[in-house]
């Protein structure tokens, strides 16, 4: 952070450990700092700047903890103020706007902030800094299916990582996310090689949370080769420690259908459907409903029906690459039912889907 004054660097200073404890996830140097800041400063004894540093830096301490609403709130609040910030500060605003649309799967927003954010890079000195804008760029990029650029920024942030912190666990997550981009390019053998760089590192640092996030790509990456027992043993060791349960539960059921285990593939889809009642998880909920058509020995034209309407959350939520591999699956099925008309017409959707897909790489 820019110190501007003498009497101003003692809080920006105080600010700037309290920023680099966010950004290294150092949870109780984070409360240290938060309680020493609470204690020692009044709002009212700060100038303009300060007060926009300490706003800034508490939408990040609010994202840390998941208190989504008090981070729209602030977020609000500097949008009323944005023509007035820095252009380091501008940088952090645009940031942690990403941050929070990534954290409510508006990823497609999250990417348009980055890329805004990123106009304001060359204002940031903290490498270690950059190393991580990165990396939250290349999640957004991998989630709206832009894997070349996913790939891109995963290398800058693996590269600056090494070049700067030696920061092993951070390389990890990056190797990660350099696996999920491999798996969905379809190069299997690469991406279980990041995949699995990633756990030697988790392994040696003990890092329980990593180590379950690698074992879920890596049952991801055998239940896409449909290498459905290997991909079932490596979920349904995550299962029992109830780690991201609607995901695993949709992943079990799918693999548990393609081996016509049905009886096993409801039970892990209702369970899915419990979770995501009960944790208000809507995005999942459509995909096993979606999954529950597909498997339940309906009418085509019933499937068709439930699965158009579905459509619609994926759709209103900019997901496109769900809409394109859910249009492609009814067209499927509609062609091999020979309703050769309605097939095309899901083809063209998938189609519209792709485009929008590529217009989201586009720089802004």
Same mark, same amino acid.
């Given at each position: 952070?820019?110190?501007?004054?003498?009497?101003?660097?003692?809080?920006?200073?105080?600010?700037?450990?309290?920023?680099?404890?966010?950004?290294?996830?150092?949870?109780?140097?984070?409360?240290?700092?938060?309680?020493?800041?609470?204690?020692?400063?009044?709002?009212?004894?700060?100038?303009?700047?300060?007060?926009?540093?300490?706003?800034?830096?508490?939408?990040?301490?609010?994202?840390?903890?998941?208190?989504?609403?008090?981070?729209?709130?602030?977020?609000?609040?500097?949008?009323?103020?944005?023509?007035?910030?820095?252009?380091?500060?501008?940088?952090?605003?645009?940031?942690?706007?990403?941050?929070?649309?990534?954290?409510?799967?508006?990823?497609?927003?999250?990417?348009?902030?980055?890329?805004?954010?990123?106009?304001?890079?060359?204002?940031?000195?903290?490498?270690?800094?950059?190393?991580?804008?990165?990396?939250?760029?290349?999640?957004?990029?991998? +989630?709206?299916?832009? =894997? %070349? @650029? &996913?790939?891109? !920024?995963? /290398? #800058?942030?693996?590269?600056?990582?090494?070049?700067?912190?030696?920061?092993?666990?951070?390389?990890?997550?990056?190797?990660?996310?350099?696996?999920?981009?491999?798996?969905?390019?379809?190069?299997?053998?690469?991406?279980?090689?990041?995949?699995?760089?990633?756990?030697?590192?988790?392994?040696?640092?003990?890092?329980?949370?990593?180590?379950?996030?690698?074992?879920?790509?890596?049952?991801?990456?055998?239940?896409?080769?449909?290498?459905?027992?290997?991909?079932?043993?490596?979920?349904?060791?995550?299962?029992?420690?109830?780690?991201?349960? +609607?995901?695993?539960? =949709? %992943? @079990? &059921?799918?693999? !548990?259908? /393609? #081996?016509?285990?049905?009886?096993?593939?409801?039970?892990?889809?209702?369970?899915?459907?419990?979770?995501?009642?009960?944790?208000?998880?809507?995005?999942?909920?459509?995909?096993?409903?979606?999954?529950?058509?597909?498997?339940?020995?309906?009418?085509?034209?019933?499937?068709?029906?439930?699965?158009?309407?579905?459509?619609?959350?994926?759709?209103?939520?900019?997901?496109?690459?769900?809409?394109?591999?859910?249009?492609?699956?009814?067209?499927?099925?509609?062609?091999?039912?020979?309703?050769?008309?309605?097939?095309?017409?899901?083809?063209?959707?998938?189609?519209?889907?792709?485009?929008?897909?590529?217009?989201?790489?586009?720089?802004?």
């Amino acid at each position: 952070m820019i110190l501007q004054t003498e009497k101003a660097s003692e809080v920006i200073e105080l600010f700037s450990r309290w920023n680099v404890s966010m950004r290294d996830r150092n949870l109780a140097v984070i409360e240290e700092l938060n309680i020493e800041i609470q204690e020692l400063l009044d709002p009212a004894e700060l100038d303009h700047q300060e007060l926009l540093w300490h706003s800034l830096l508490e939408t990040r301490y609010t994202l840390i903890h998941k208190r989504y609403d008090d981070t729209e709130v602030l977020l609000q609040q500097l949008e009323l103020l944005e023509g007035q910030l820095s252009p380091e500060m501008a940088f952090y605003y645009h940031f942690f706007n990403g941050m929070f649309a990534s954290s409510m799967n508006r990823h497609v927003d999250a990417v348009s902030r980055y890329q805004i954010a990123e106009r304001f890079l060359g204002c940031v000195e903290d490498k270690i800094e950059v190393a991580e804008f990165y990396y939250k760029a290349a999640a957004a990029f991998y +989630h709206t299916r832009k =894997f %070349l @650029l &996913a790939i891109s !920024y995963a /290398k #800058m942030a693996r590269e600056t990582f090494e070049e700067v912190s030696k920061n092993d666990l951070r390389c990890a997550d990056c190797e990660n996310i350099l696996g999920l981009c491999s798996l969905s390019l379809k190069q299997y053998e690469q991406a279980e090689e990041h995949f699995l760089d990633s756990l030697d590192i988790a392994e040696k640092f003990k890092n329980e949370e990593l180590l379950n996030f690698i074992r879920y790509n890596l049952g991801f990456l055998y239940s896409e080769q449909n290498l459905s027992d290997i991909a079932i043993r490596h979920l349904g060791e995550l299962y029992s420690k109830k780690f991201i349960p +609607h995901k695993l539960s =949709f %992943l @079990l &059921a799918r693999e !548990y259908f /393609k #081996m016509n285990d049905k009886g096993n593939g409801f039970y892990y889809l209702h369970q899915g459907m419990d979770v995501c009642s009960n944790v208000q998880n809507e995005e999942y909920l459509h995909h096993l409903q979606i999954l529950n058509a597909q498997y339940s020995d309906l009418p085509f034209e019933e499937i068709e029906q439930i699965v158009s309407e579905h459509l619609k959350y994926f759709e209103e939520k900019q997901l496109w690459g769900f809409v394109q591999d859910y249009t492609e699956s009814l067209a499927t099925l509609l062609h091999h039912e020979k309703q050769f008309e309605k097939a095309s017409t899901y083809f063209y959707q998938a189609f519209r889907a792709k485009t929008k897909i590529e217009e989201m790489g586009y720089l802004r």
